[in-house]
């Protein structure tokens, strides 16, 4: 990316933020949040709309430093929170601070700082990518030759360098959602906001995308908030995970504390697997079935010995014999064997 300098306290649309200076972060993988200034923070934050309709129930978290997902069903409060923390609608109680500043009261300049991606389809069918980046840089305040040099490195980093002139309704659907991601690139924030950047997109503009919004964290230090209902994707590519339901919020931890090896085994046999769980419980084991997979209580050393001689006694054929991870979604299952606590 060119020089960048520091910005001006200007007002700014929500979609593109002006030229500021954009701190390193050496490593983005937060092993202590508590020495963390956190880039994000709520306390008791609650919004009702009309209708008691209630989107944020109390929620109080924060972001550290890094490449946060933020998951919850449809209609979790993911895209309220979001626009809270932009400034564009009041909470109803509670307070929200992004970059240490009050989001009820500093609502511009916080999006002098932010880079925004929406959900939705947003952009302009009738003029080019290059021309709408552009655009939008010289909103957010860039003037015009430094608009436009950011535009065309912003549009290169998203793979669009090579069509970046072609009218923005001629593109396909992921190429629409790199422009998006360009726009909210192009002014060297400080942190980014994506809302359901993958929406839309087949498996292989979904897995380009992560690999994408990875790298710009990675390359650039830029701190993210992806919000996503995919929890697979939130793996792959996240540092942190905040997960909400009902506008409450269920956990905040590192992504390695929520996938970390649970204290059972994962037995997967090619046929007689209702025959192991009968042998495994006659020697003194209570197994599960969940799916094709036996879930057996790991109670040390031993229980691996008993597991094997089974399968061998049996004559099974073994395809699987591991200490299983525990698993993002396990946060929303309602089975009290496979939920977290």
């Known amino acids: 990316m060119p020089p960048i300098e520091a910005p001006k306290d200007t007002g700014t649309s929500a979609a593109a933020a002006p030229a500021i200076e954009n701190p390193v972060i050496e490593n983005p993988v937060i092993e202590n949040p508590a020495i963390e200034t956190p880039v994000i923070e709520t306390q008791a934050l609650t919004k009702v709309y009309p209708g008691e309709v209630t989107a944020l129930d109390g929620l ?3 972001f550290a430093p890094g490449i946060t997902g933020l998951v919850g069903a449809n209609g979790a409060g993911k895209s309220t929170l979001i626009k809270i923390l932009l400034g564009l609608i009041p909470p109803t109680s509670g307070q929200a ?9 500093s609502g511009e300049g916080i999006r002098t700082l932010l880079g925004y991606m929406p959900e939705h389809d947003c952009l302009p069918p009738d003029v080019t990518a290059t021309e709408f980046v552009t655009h939008l840089g010289r909103i957010s305040g860039l003037p015009s030759t430094v608009a436009k040099e950011r535009a065309a490195e912003s549009l290169r980093h998203v793979g669009l360098h090579e069509e970046r002139y072609r009218l923005i309704g001629t593109y396909s659907t992921g190429m629409k959602q790199r422009v998006k991601l360009a726009q909210a690139l192009t002014g060297a924030p400080r942190l980014m906001l994506l809302d359901e950047p993958t929406n839309g997109l087949d498996p292989a503009g ?3 995308m992560l690999e994408l919004i990875g790298r710009i964290g990675a390359e650039f230090g830029i701190s993210i908030v992806v919000a996503s209902h995919l929890l697979g994707e939130i793996e792959r590519i996240c540092d942190h995970l905040v997960a909400i339901d009902g506008g409450r919020l269920l956990r905040a931890a590192s992504i390695t504390s929520f996938t970390q090896a649970s204290q059972v085994l994962a037995v997967e046999v090619e046929e007689g697997l ?3 769980q009968a042998e495994l419980a006659a020697r003194g084991l209570a197994a599960a079935i969940q799916g094709g997979t036996l879930l057996v209580p790991l109670r040390g050393d031993g229980t691996y010995d008993v597991v094997r001689d089974c399968v061998a006694d049996l004559a099974l054929p073994l395809c699987r014999l591991e200490q299983r ?3 993002v979604e396990e946060l929303f299952r309602e089975d009290e064997e496979t939920q977290y606590v």
């Not at 601070?97 to 009261?105: E, F, P, Q, S």
Request: with cysteine; aromatic share 0%.
């Open 60 to 62: 109080s978290v924060s």
């Open 274 to 276: 209702a025959r192991l």
């Open 206 to 208: 979904r897995t380009a």
């Open 97 to 105: 601070r992004v970059l240490g500043r009050d989001c009820a009261t």
């Open 325 to 327: 991870r525990h698993q």
